[in-house]
């Protein structure tokens, strides 16, 4: 039955992407600014782009020259989303998980010290309310390629190698966002995950095709930090049982054997999930009965998980981009400051 619905529903959401992406084109829809330079990190496909910690780099790129950072994010799946939640400013973190939702209460964690980082769907006025009461100097712009109410000084388009294209298809019969000639918009295309696919080469290839010759970084995803849930770094040996509810589980998995942990079971909840404590007693029976000791989990994940009593001891994998030729992005992120 889906693939007689959706391709029409893709067929109508085409239309009205276009039709929006027109209207703005013709000043019909209005693009503001706001009065300090705003970089926009967005990707064409839904989820699992690698796009949160590339925000996390440009973040700390602004920083290191000296200017005071705010992120501003929608917040998706955070339980109250008509309301602004300060996650935090910039040195401590305000907020909780269900207020500010995994991935910005994520940043916020791990940004600490570095930027502020503010929920709302309106981020005009979350950036005006930034400018007047943190003082701050550059905002970077969350999942923004299709924001196109803000206007942007840098935007930059996250594309991942393992599945660049989202199967070709438009929402909701595929995962692209938009049409790719809507790449054009970037200013640069960041390839995510570039080591986990022998076809790099050739996805480069097509993006610079689509952009025009837009500079196009190649990066991968390297561990950070692999600690327990209650924050200590010792981690004994697997076998491991390894589960996440993220965007893109398969490249989560693949990490994990290509760093040669020893995984012996799998498990996908959908992106955003949020566990219970039925969740956490099953994956630990699951884990046992395989004969894993030890369970493995993602960061995002982690922040929803510190209140639980999990059976089995759980590790935390933390994880930062490693961008080829980052002096450059540096470079065109300087150029707008």
């Not at 529903?9 to 276009?18: E, F, I, K, N, P």
């Not at 327990?228 to 996440?244: E, K, N, R, V, W």
Request: hydrophobic fraction near 40%.
């Amino acid at each position: 039955m889906s693939s007689v619905i959706l391709p029409p529903l893709s067929a109508l959401y085409g239309a009205v992407t276009r039709a929006r992406l027109s209207l703005y084109e013709r000043g019909t829809f209005r693009t503001s600014k706001l009065a300090r330079p705003v970089i926009s990190v967005g990707n064409i496909t839904t989820g699992g782009t690698g796009k949160t910690p590339l925000v996390e780099w440009v973040a700390r790129a602004v920083a290191d020259e000296g200017k005071k950072v705010c992120v501003l994010t929608r917040g998706y799946g955070r339980e109250r989303p008509d309301r602004r939640v300060l996650v935090s400013d910039g040195e401590s973190v305000l907020s909780n998980v269900l207020e500010a939702g995994d991935e910005p209460f994520l940043l916020a964690k791990n940004l600490r010290g570095v930027a502020a980082v503010i929920c709302d769907a309106n981020r005009i006025a979350a950036g005006q309310e930034a400018i007047k009461h943190l003082k701050t100097d550059c905002f970077v712009l969350d999942d923004g390629f299709q924001h196109l109410r803000l206007a942007r000084d840098l935007n930059i388009a996250t594309i991942d190698a393992t599945n660049p294209w989202g199967g070709r298809k438009l929402l909701p019969y595929g995962r692209l966002r938009e049409n790719v000639s809507g790449l054009r918009r970037a200013d640069c295309v960041v390839l995510t995950r570039a080591d986990q696919t022998s076809e790099v080469d050739s996805v480069v290839a097509e993006i610079k095709t689509i952009t025009g010759d837009r500079p196009v970084f190649k990066s991968r995803m390297e561990i950070r930090r692999v600690q327990s849930l209650d924050g200590s770094s010792i981690m004994p040996a697997g076998p491991y049982s390894a589960f996440c509810g993220v965007g893109n589980p398969t490249a989560f998995f693949l990490q994990l054997r290509q760093q040669g942990f020893d995984v012996i079971r799998e498990t996908t909840f959908p992106d955003h999930h949020s566990y219970t404590e039925a969740d956490v007693d099953n994956l630990s029976k699951t884990a046992q009965q395989v004969g894993a000791s030890r369970l493995l989990t993602t960061a995002k994940d982690a922040v929803k998980l510190t209140d639980f009593d999990f059976p089995l001891p759980c590790f935390v994998i933390e994880v930062e981009i490693s961008i080829e030729n980052d002096s450059e992005l540096r470079r065109m992120i300087s150029g707008v400051l």
